[in-house]
């Protein structure tokens, strides 16, 4: 099905591992977000890329690095897990015009 | 800077009654747009409706309007006829079409129940 493929969908991590976190979208869209949703705080924008071979901080980035690949792949890695960064981090991607936007499954991270 | 605000941390409502979520913005941005995504217990991310700053008319999906004041600066979601399966939160959200990359915003959301 056409869409924003998230993998994996659950994780634990020690504090201190590394993990990339993958973003796939076949819907050929320019732009791809990473959110990081924490309870009662909504979704907070990590980092953004709004082409291919671009990319920008957002509102929470500290802890986080990113990689547009290619047009289709947008990943998170975070090279030291420390516990804060338990959440659940949703990719997104978005074409021209609003109705673009769309969300993968989340991957529910863990950090122990 | 954008930002959301959706000051009911949690509403009730009887099933098949109306609800309002309320929604708030502020930007500079001359152009923006504003959506409504509801997250289910499953945790997916759904998108419901969205309005654009310039359209002239609120925005209608099937029993979700978005009741947009653009002088008040807010944009909230009406459920009619409430089902059980609404039960969920829901996410205000904004995209500044100029100034801004495109990234969104959201704010802290708000839990619905529907009680049968």
């Known amino acids: 099905n056409a869409g924003v493929t998230q993998t994996p969908k659950f994780q634990v991590l020690k504090t201190g591992q590394s993990m990339t976190l993958q973003c796939a979208q076949d819907?050929?869209?320019?732009?791809m977000y990473w959110y990081r949703q924490d309870p009662g705080m909504g979704l907070r924008l990590i980092y953004y890329?709004?082409?291919?071979?671009?990319?920008d901080k957002g509102e929470v980035p500290n802890g986080y690095n990113v990689s547009r690949l290619n047009k289709r792949e947008f990943s998170l890695r975070l090279e030291s897990a420390a516990p804060s960064q338990t959440s659940v981090y949703f990719c997104?991607?978005?074409?021209?015009?609003?109705?673009?936007?769309?969300f993968g499954s989340g991957t529910r991270l863990t950090v122990v | 800077a954008q930002k959301i605000t959706q000051t009911q941390p949690g509403m009730f409502v009887q099933e098949k009654e109306a609800v309002t979520l309320d929604c708030t913005y502020d930007?500079?941005?001359?152009?923006?747009?504003l959506f409504w995504y509801k997250q289910p217990s499953s945790g997916e991310m759904i998108f419901l409706i969205y309005?654009?700053?310039?359209?002239?008319q609120n925005a209608t999906e099937g029993r979700y309007s978005l009741n947009f004041q653009k002088a008040r600066k807010s944009a909230n979601l009406v459920i009619s006829a409430s089902q059980l399966g609404d039960s969920a939160m829901y996410f205000c959200?904004?995209?500044?079409?100029?100034?801004?990359?495109?990234?969104?915003?959201f704010g802290p959301g708000t839990r619905l129940s529907v009680l049968p």
């Open positions: 930007t500079s941005d001359p152009s923006y747009g």
């Open positions: 309005q654009g700053s310039y359209d002239q």
């Open positions: 819907m050929n869209h320019n732009s």
């Open positions: 959200a904004m995209v500044g079409f100029y100034n801004y990359g495109q990234n969104f915003v």
């Open positions: 890329s709004a082409s291919e071979g671009t990319t």
């Open positions: 997104a991607s978005s074409g021209q015009g609003y109705y673009g936007y769309t």
